[in-house]
């Protein structure tokens, strides 16, 4: 059983930061990728930013030069540095891992962690 549990969501102000963390859990090979996709009432969810094994990093054009991704391979941690925020990035944040056996791959999703940006 693999489980990603995040940390860190709260209220902030506009202009404010945060940062969230996400810990994978439970009996696995490896993690492909870790990363944070968000969901806002009434809209899609969206990628925010990815990490994969390699070192290899995917923005959100939203969050470009606002947000760094990271990780703490040993933790299996991944972290979502958050800065200059704003009341568009209100949303419920998602932790994802593709997590890997030595016979299968699946992706996993944490149960999110609400951010509220106020003006």
């Known amino acids: 059983q693999v489980q990603l549990v995040e940390s860190g969501g709260g209220s902030v102000q506009f202009g404010g930061s945060l940062r969230l963390s996400c810990l994978a859990s439970?009996?696995?090979?490896?993690?492909?990728?870790m990363g944070w996709y968000r969901q806002a009432p009434g809209k899609q969810r969206e990628l925010v930013a990815s990490?994969?094994?390699?070192?290899?990093?995917t923005y959100g054009d939203s969050v470009k030069g606002r947000f760094t991704i990271s990780t703490e391979n040993v933790a299996n941690t991944v972290f979502l540095e958050m800065t200059s925020l704003k009341p568009d990035d209100t949303a419920v944040y998602y932790c994802?891992?593709?997590?890997?056996?030595?016979?299968?791959?699946?992706?996993?999703w944490g149960q999110g962690t609400q951010v509220t940006v106020s003006s």
């Open positions: 994802t891992g593709l997590v890997a056996t030595a016979t299968w791959k699946q992706r996993y």
């Open positions: 439970g009996v696995f090979f490896s993690i492909d990728d």
């Open positions: 990490i994969a094994r390699d070192g290899t990093v």
